[in-house]
């Protein structure tokens, strides 16, 4: 299904989490977060494998990729140098960039949070990349936090990390909505008392007490069996 600016609007209400919950894979390690809190990403991934020291490959991806993507960088597993600084972020915004997001550290920590572009990353670095034209490559499938992120998949953020949204993310967008939905009626319930162990969909304390009397059994059974 194609990704439109209305499919962008809906996902930008609802949070990673409200999906994340539902997937097996295809989430990004918790030490990738946005500069500040209040940053949210959503868009079709443009990727960019970086090696050695060498940023060219990134500057190629802002005039290349399509307005709306998310930068999605995978460092090569290198946390020394930053590829993305104050200015790289306003190039990419002024690129029509949604938003970047680093398997790295970036750096201009304080512009970056002043900023109102979304950028995620694993912390911050003095010492940065160069652009030599040596290495690089764009739109591979890459690695980022631990997840695989091929150009074209759906990156989804906000201030608990990033997640790659499934293929099809119709089914899981819909579902995400019920669930925010619901949790505006469930948030009043909590606070006039309610208790996950009456939940409506799992009974928590008779799973417990029966899984206690069943562990008190076998341990008797056996006890006899001496």
Avoid: W
Wanted: proline share 4%.
């Amino acid at each position: 299904m194609e990704f439109t600016e209305e499919i962008r609007a809906r996902f930008m209400k609802v949070s990673p989490a409200a999906i994340g919950h539902h997937i097996a894979g295809g989430f990004m390690k918790a030490e990738i977060k946005p500069v500040t809190d209040e940053m949210k990403v959503c868009g079709p991934a443009y990727t960019v494998h970086l090696t050695e020291r060498d940023s060219s490959a990134l500057y190629y991806a802002l005039q290349k990729a399509p307005k709306g993507s998310v930068i999605v960088v995978d460092r090569a597993a290198d946390h020394t140098f930053a590829c993305v600084g104050e200015f790289v972020a306003e190039m990419a915004k002024g690129c029509g960039m949604a938003g970047i997001v680093i398997d790295g550290p970036a750096t201009d920590k304080i512009a970056l949070k002043n900023s109102s572009f979304p950028v995620f990353c694993t912390g911050y670095s003095p010492v940065t990349s160069i652009v030599t034209g040596t290495s690089g490559e764009v739109e591979v499938d890459i690695e980022c936090g631990g997840a695989v992120v091929r150009t074209g998949d759906i990156i989804l953020g906000d201030a608990d990390g990033v997640i790659v949204v499934p293929e099809d993310f119709m089914p899981y967008l819909e579902d995400a909505e019920v669930k925010e939905a619901g949790e505006v009626k469930k948030r009043e319930e909590l606070r006039k008392g309610m208790i996950y162990n009456r939940r409506e969909d799992f009974d928590v304390v008779k799973f417990f007490e029966y899984g206690v009397n069943k562990a008190i059994g076998d341990v008797k059974k056996k006890e006899c069996n001496y």
